[in-house]
């Protein structure tokens, strides 16, 4: 098969307002591939909720998209603190978000949960005080 | 219904209105974000007191027709310029969401 389309994206830390820059560009760029509504929307939710994370839980990181003629592929990698128990964090409610973080509507403990609804695999690779790699699959089916 | 048409109901204002020609189907109410990614379907009206930047990204991502602020919440000038900017519409009214969620039954 053919090299897809990729892309590369740093997702910055500090600034919390601009958080989901990436995702909303990756949303403009499957709708100009004319993929379909349902897919868009699986790849950006999921995209945006990983973001999201890396901003508020790693201080940041980068996100690379592939898009073949039969899936997209997103990896999010980040230097931050690593997840200790990956089972716990996937649980619906879990969530160590901050107050003022919570204030701003996160910290529901959804994020991987949907990231893991709206893709058909993902595999999270963490490691305590090393980072946090996720790679999530979203398969286009004509 | 579309967008426009349920701004000019004397209950709501307009605070961005990009894409007034959406059609409203259905109602999702909330103000955890990742709830709302998680529930809320393409083209419902999200009803929610949350009025900072990352709504604006939620509702794009989400693709709900409107957001309604409801309780008299607005958005400062910069979110406002934004929500233009990102094709999201925006109404406000001084209704509860319950009230709100009624009358678009
Ligand atoms: N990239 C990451 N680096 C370190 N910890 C993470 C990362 N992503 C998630 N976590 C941990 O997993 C928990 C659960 O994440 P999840 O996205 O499900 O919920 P949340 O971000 O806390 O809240 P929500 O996503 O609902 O706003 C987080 O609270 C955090 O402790
Ligand atoms: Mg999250």
């Excluded at chain 1, 107050?99 to 999270?124: E, H, W």
């Excluded at chain 2, 059609?23 to 949350?50: C, F, Q, R």
């Excluded at chain 2, 309780?71 to 319950?98: C, F, H, P, Q, R």
Aim: hydrophobic share 40%; net charge negative; charged share 20%.
């Amino acid at each position: 098969m053919s090299d897809g389309v990729k892309f590369h994206y740093d997702v910055d830390g500090e600034d919390f307002t601009s958080a989901g820059r990436a995702s909303v560009m990756v949303k403009k760029t499957l709708r100009e591939l004319g993929l379909s509504p349902e897919i868009i929307r699986k790849v950006s939710v999921a995209m945006y909720e990983g973001e999201i994370n890396m901003v508020i839980h790693a201080g940041g990181g980068c996100a690379d998209v592939e898009i073949t003629e039969n899936k997209v592929i997103i990896v999010l990698s980040d230097h931050g603190p690593g997840i200790a128990d990956v089972s716990l964090a996937m649980q619906e409610g879990y969530s160590t978000a901050s107050d003022q973080v919570r204030s701003l509507g996160f910290g529901a403990g959804m994020g991987l949960p949907n990231m893991k609804r709206y893709t058909d695999d993902m595999v999270i690779e963490s490691e305590v005080g090393k980072g946090t790699t996720i790679t999530m699959t979203v398969n286009i089916n004509a | 219904m579309t967008v426009k048409e349920l701004s000019e109901r004397q209950e709501f204002s307009v605070i961005a209105m990009p894409e007034p020609e959406r059609e409203v189907h259905g109602v999702y109410i909330g103000d955890l974000l990742s709830w709302v990614m998680g529930k809320a379907s393409p083209d419902n009206a999200w009803i929610t007191i949350m009025s900072n930047i990352n709504v604006l990204a939620v509702a794009s991502l989400c693709d709900v027709s409107t957001v309604i602020l409801c309780e008299g919440v607005t958005l400062t000038d910069e979110i406002v310029s934004s929500a233009k900017e990102k094709g999201v519409n925006v109404l406000m009214t001084e209704l509860s969401a319950y009230e709100t969620a009624v009358l678009l039954s």
